[in-house]
Nanobody
Framework: QVQLVESGGGLVQAGDSLRLSCAAS????????MGWFRQAPGKEREFVAA????????LYADSVKGRCTISRDNAKNTVYLQVNNLQPEDTAVYYC????????????????WGQGTQVTVSS
């Protein structure tokens, strides 16, 4: 079983950038496809980005395409999410998740989840 810990969130102003990190322990990160999701207050958790175990396949939600970059460093057991030009509507708790099976954007396909990191964007 893999344990995931997110970091890098915070309070920023509109237009700022953040780099979120997700550190894995317990098992090699290279065993998993990885995804980032977010959940805003009063809303359902939604897909943001995903990267396959080797990094050759990447998916982005339409809402963040062009502003986000997902990457991974399997040697460091860490996955990253760079988010640029943050807007108030990006305010949410951001979660990373690990998928042992089929690569994709479906929340139900992910097996392990971190506790999340809060991102708050002021206007």
């Amino acid at each position: 079983q893999v344990q995931l810990v997110e970091s890098g969130g915070g309070l920023v102003q509109a237009g700022d950038s953040l780099r979120l990190s997700c550190a894995a322990s317990g098992r090699p990160l290279s065993s998993y496809h990885m995804g980032w999701f977010r959940q805003a207050p009063g809303k359902e958790r939604e897909f943001v980005a995903a990267i396959s175990w080797g990094g050759s396949r990447i998916l982005y939600a339409d809402s963040v395409k062009g502003r986000c970059t997902i990457s991974r460093d399997n040697a460091k057991n860490t996955v990253y999410l760079q988010v640029n030009n943050l807007q108030p509507e990006d305010t949410a708790v951001y979660y990373c998740a690990a998928d042992r099976g089929t690569f994709g954007s479906a929340l139900a396909g992910y097996d392990y989840w971190g506790q999340g990191t809060q991102v708050t964007v002021s206007s």
